[in-house]
């Protein structure tokens, strides 16, 4: 995978490698110049989900949600939710999504800006959170390499005009090797309690893979979206995303997944267009998460949201939480700006890249760190009651 820019304020962020290399052997390396996997990482490969015991309830939600379903107030109510819980819940936060085919040329792409989420200080973190030292978002080398091809931007339309995310082709447990599945944070794709669903959300499999692609050169569609334009034709965020308002412990739980189609019709899925997909490792222990490598396209200054970024920490990952109650986030060094929110985080499990997280938030002054999400028993839920069903 390339390289991945880092979010300074709390809001989307990205990065990430590809397959092992001998010099770094815990790197996910999908660059063009990184090793490449002796095969292609799909639902066999797919690491085993843990069933531990549910997380500790949570605290009592806000209000705001629609009317109709009304929700647990704790974490340990929505992880053990029945099909029928998540199908109300489906039923009272309808997903539509009526894009025009072209809506998404190579002008309006450009045009995006990256999707933020509201800034929040440091010092809201708690007196006793300590962020790791920054490190440098790295530019991936053109071409991106064929195992890069499950990253890529996703583009909505929210009521300031244009923008944009990142996200990554995920294994789909119900279609095996045929996957339509790609993974984000909840804030590029809902607004949160008393908003809704944003508008013409399209993912871009591998954004300016040769980097062909620039502000001031003349480019082709073909050149800018290499894979195609692949519209989300269902969604899901986490019920607290809906439910609550406000930063901070809100993002303890800011996940998305949506389900594609390509623009243009046809049979193939996106696994077998882009040639792969990650599996999600949903209750990963902490103790084993020793580096993470994250990946996003930022956008805000100094990148210009045209290449992919990511960020290589090597150290184990610090832990940030607003509410104890709730699955600590993952926080690494990363000098990404917004735009690479959603954006996958990747560690090596059994010579493969697995996603533990996605850039959810960073600091409110100068980027120097991100945070993401745990996927613990709520994600891991949500994501297969979602592959199940979803059309």
């Not at 447990?173 to 607004?191: E, F, K, M, W």
């Not at 996605?358 to 945070?371: H, L, Q």
Request: overall charge neutral.
């Amino acid at each position: 995978m390339p390289t991945e820019p880092t979010d300074s304020r709390r809001r989307p962020i990205r990065h990430r490698r590809g397959l092992a290399c001998a010099a770094l052997a815990a790197a996910v390396v999908l660059t063009a110049t990184g090793c490449e996997p002796d095969g292609s990482v799909n639902s066999a490969d797919a690491a085993p989900s843990t069933t531990g015991a549910p997380a500790a309830t949570a605290s009592t939600a806000t209000a705001g949600a629609k009317p109709g379903l009304v929700l647990p107030t704790g974490l340990r109510e929505i992880a053990n939710w029945k099909p029928d819980d998540w199908r109300r819940f489906v039923d009272d936060n309808v997903f539509r999504n009526e894009v025009v085919k072209g809506f998404w040329d190579a002008a309006r792409m450009e045009e995006a800006k990256g999707r933020e989420t509201p800034k929040l200080s440091t010092h809201s973190a708690g007196s006793d959170f300590r962020p790791p030292a920054a490190i440098p978002a790295k530019a991936a080398t053109h071409p991106y390499g064929r195992n890069a091809a499950v990253l890529g931007k996703i583009f909505m339309t929210t009521p300031e005009g244009a923008s944009m995310c990142s996200g990554t082709v995920v294994t789909d447990p119900a279609n095996p090797g045929r996957s339509n599945l790609v993974y984000t944070a909840a804030h590029c794709l809902h607004d949160g309690t008393g908003g809704g669903w944003l508008k013409d959300i399209t993912f871009v499999p591998l954004y300016n893979r040769d980097g062909l692609a620039g502000r001031g050169r003349k480019y082709t569609e073909a050149q800018v979206s290499p894979y195609g334009r692949w519209v989300a034709t269902g969604a899901l965020v986490s019920p607290t995303w809906v439910k609550e308002s406000g930063v901070g412990a809100n993002n303890q739980f800011d996940y998305g997944i949506i389900k594609v189609r390509n623009e243009n019709g046809g049979d193939t899925s996106l696994e077998e267009t882009v040639g792969s997909s990650v599996p999600i490792w949903f209750n990963a222990p902490r103790e084993q998460i020793t580096s993470a490598f994250s990946y996003g396209y930022p956008a805000d200054q100094p990148f210009d949201g045209m290449e992919l970024n990511h960020c290589d920490s090597a150290v184990r990952p610090a832990a940030l939480s607003f509410d104890r109650a709730r699955p600590e986030m993952y926080v690494i060094g990363c000098t990404m700006t917004g735009g690479s929110s959603g954006g996958g985080w990747f560690v090596t499990r059994d010579g493969r890249p697995a996603l533990i997280s996605v850039n959810s938030i960073g600091p409110v002054d100068e980027p120097t760190w991100m945070a993401g999400p745990s996927l613990q028993d709520n994600a891991k839920q949500a994501f297969e009651y979602f592959s199940r069903t979803a059309k």
